[in-house]
């Protein structure tokens, strides 16, 4: 298991270093092997943890994409990290297993912050500085119990 991941890191490395635009090809593969693995060994031992076994399947098969599409890239890439993310916090949630469910989570904030970000700076920019603050205030306020903010 960890050779495989050391095995994912070097090819994740070495192809965003060589700048080849289809970097799925290798990783995506290698994804699913981890998953098939991850989820054989979680079927076989209930309460081994998702963090061992799943956790690597679920940050190759998003988090290399997720940079990419985040930078510039087709529009399958978009589409793809936003499809994968979800299907990994859905079975997260269905299999009640914390890996996926955290990251895929993590991941489709993280994109949709990225691709509305052009979006979200331009309503940002029209808005009285005072309305914006306040709007972060009441967010941040909000969150907050009494015992623990000023």
């Known amino acids: 298991m960890v050779g495989l991941i050391v095995v994912t890191a070097v090819v994740v490395v070495r192809l965003l ?12 593969p290698a ?15 209930p309460h081994s943890s998702s963090w061992t076994w799943v956790a690597a399947a679920v940050l190759a098969g998003c988090v290399p994409s997720l940079m990419l599409a985040s930078v510039a890239g087709p ?12 299907v990994a916090l859905v079975a997260g949630v269905v299999l009640q297993w914390q890996s996926p469910v955290v990251i ?8 949709l912050l ?5 979006w979200i700076v331009l309503v940002a920019s029209g808005m009285p500085r005072v309305i914006s603050l306040g709007v972060l205030g009441i967010g941040f306020r909000s969150g907050c119990s009494a015992s623990c903010c000023w």
């Open 114 to 118: 990225i691709q509305l970000a052009p």
């Open 17 to 28: 270093q060589s700048g080849d635009a289809v970097v799925e090809l290798m990783l995506w």
């Open 75 to 86: 529009d399958w890439r978009i589409v793809a990290v936003g499809v994968i993310a979800a």
């Open 104 to 111: 895929g989570a993590s991941v489709l904030v993280l994109h």
């Open 31 to 45: 994804a699913v092997v981890l998953a098939v693995v991850g989820v054989t060994r979680m079927r076989q031992v």
